[in-house]
Nanobody, 115 residues
Framework: QLQLVESGGGLVQPGGSLRLSCAAS????????MNWYRQAPGKQRELVAA???????NYADSVKGRFTVSRDNAKKTVYLQMNSLKPEDTAVYYC?????????WGQGTQVTVSS
């Protein structure tokens, strides 16, 4: 079992920045591919950013050039640095750890971009 706890969400003005963190409960975190998803009201959950155990990264087209995913294995934490935020980035952001057949989710953190 791997527990994930997100933090760092909040209210920010358009153009602002936030950094989300997702802390894992065990060092087996190092072997997991880590993903950030988001879900806006009335919309399906979508993959925003991913980082593999080998630190390869991938991003949704909508956030490329604005968001950066990283991981610190010593701290068992994955980060999502979000810059140049837009109102359409408003959503609940979820951390996901995946290593087939295991799949774990955090509880989510709300990000609201509004003036």
């Amino acid at each position: 079992q791997l527990q994930l706890v997100e933090s760092g969400g909040g209210l920010v003005q358009p153009g602002g920045s936030l950094r989300l963190s997702c802390a894992a409960s065990r060092s087996i975190f190092n072997f997991y591919n880590m993903n950030w998803y988001r879900q806006a009201p009335g919309k399906q959950r979508e993959l925003v950013a991913a980082i593999t155990a080998g630190r390869s990264t991938n991003y949704a087209d909508s956030v490329k050039g604005r968001f950066t995913v990283s991981r610190d294995n010593a701290k068992k934490t994955v980060y999502l640095q979000m810059n140049s935020l837009k109102p359409e980035d408003t959503a609940v952001y979820y951390c996901n750890a995946n290593l087939y057949p295991h799949d774990y989710w955090g509880q989510g953190t709300q990000v609201t971009v509004s003036s």
